[in-house]
């Protein structure tokens, strides 16, 4: 079993890394500092003589993890979306622009800010629901195959190939499995038609940044033409946003 990081224990990039890393940039890493950890990924704050950058480190391979993330954050930005800069990109590492210490304190302008931003991701829209590529839910490979209803896209490829990966196997019961599909179905009634949206795919409180500068930004992008009532709700499973946040989401969207 892998240790479980802490703060006694925390992960340290070894010397090849950082001279990739070093060689990649043009530039030597003068100090490589541990932020936090993710389902997929270590996440440093790297110094060189001339700048702060973030990198993300995974330490076992997922092909094209990174080239994926990458690839959504520059689509992201061009929707108009507040997204880190892009600085490098291997299999290994994604290196990206700092935005600083995140703010604390957040206002009632903050989360309309936030609102606006998603209403115009959204707003970005294809005549078919999935992707041009498949990507990744953190480490989960995530497909995007195209299809011209939601229904048939949703089942598919968000729920019933999750329920082969991790614990779920051992978890669910052959009921459990039964239950869900139908559930599945009933929404064909339930979710009245909506048009692809551009969705960030893994939206809650820890993939959005509030920078010293005023600016939200989003993160770990699991992008996909979608349909965009699932990033409201997914952001509800864990903490839900105040009501500024979706009267300025309703408002811009609509």
């Known amino acids: 079993p892998h240790a479980m990081t802490t703060a006694e224990n925390p992960p340290a990039l070894d010397a090849d890394t950082l001279a990739e890393v070093s060689a990649c940039l043009g530039l030597t890493v003068r100090s490589a500092d541990y ?12 110094k060189t003589a001339e700048d702060s950058l973030i990198m993300k480190f995974c330490q076992v391979e997922h092909p094209g993890l990174f080239d994926c993330e990458a690839h959504a954050l ?3 930005r061009q929707a108009g979306v507040n997204v880190p800069e892009v600085i490098a990109v291997s ?3 994604l290196l990206m622009s700092d935005l600083g210490p995140e703010r604390t304190e957040i206002t009632t302008e903050d989360w309309q800010q936030l609102g606006r931003q998603l209403a115009a991701l959204h707003r970005v829209t294809q005549s078919q629901f999935g992707y041009e590529h498949d ?5 989960w490979h995530q497909p995007n195959p195209l299809h011209d209803d939601w229904l048939g896209f949703y089942l598919e490829n968000r729920v019933l190939n999750y329920l082969e990966v991790g614990k779920n196997p051992q978890v669910l019961t052959a009921e459990d499995r039964c239950g869900i599909e139908k559930l599945v179905y009933k929404m064909g009634h339930l979710v009245p038609p909506q048009r692809p949206g551009l969705c960030h795919g893994d939206l809650w409180k820890n993939n959005v940044y509030l920078a010293q500068d005023g600016c939200f930004y989003l993160i770990d992008p699991a992008i996909h033409f979608g349909l965009p009532v699932s990033d409201l709700a997914s952001n509800q499973l864990y903490h ?3 009501d500024a946040f979706y ?3 309703r408002e811009a969207f609509e």
């Open 35 to 46: 932020l936090t950890s993710g389902a997929a990924n270590h996440v440093f704050r790297l």
């Open 74 to 76: 520059a689509h992201m």
């Open 91 to 93: 299999e290994r590492f």
């Open 135 to 139: 990507n990744y839910l953190g480490i």
């Open 240 to 242: 839900c946003f105040p």
């Open 247 to 249: 009267d300025a989401y």
